[in-house]
């Protein structure tokens, strides 16, 4: 067995093997607050959007959800800009804490029988957190 120096070909293939498992464990990470929100869509849609009509409910609930996907281009802007400045290294950190923090703002936010109307803003504020 032999080992030879890595060459710059090597280095490159390596630095982009790196850059694509980087970037699937993100859209995974991603996919997987998206799937949970959508699995439990119409528990949210009980407690946060309460109306007489339970369609109206699950509509508001899944409008909700519809603004974590308008954000994810606008959010794919702002953070390749801060990728760019910083590092993706940085940039992907700054992500992955993001969604967290709206994930927990969503798991601990009460409910609307117990902070009225501010319920429905601050779930929205934690899809677009995401």
Known sequence: MSTQPLTSSDTIAVSQTRIVVAAVFGNLLEFFDFTVYSFF????????????????????????????????????????????????????????????????????????QTIGIAAPVLIVIGLRAR
């Open 41 to 112: 869509a119409l528990t949210i849609a009980k407690l946060f959007f309460p109306s007489q009509d339970p369609v109206v409910s699950t509509l508001l609930a899944l409008s909700a959800f519809a603004i974590g996907f308008v954000a994810r281009p606008v959010g794919g802007f702002v953070l390749g800009h801060y990728a760019d400045k910083h590092g993706r290294r940085a940039a992907l950190t700054l992500t992955i804490f993001l969604m967290a923090l709206g994930s927990a703002a969503i798991g601990l936010a009460p409910t609307y």
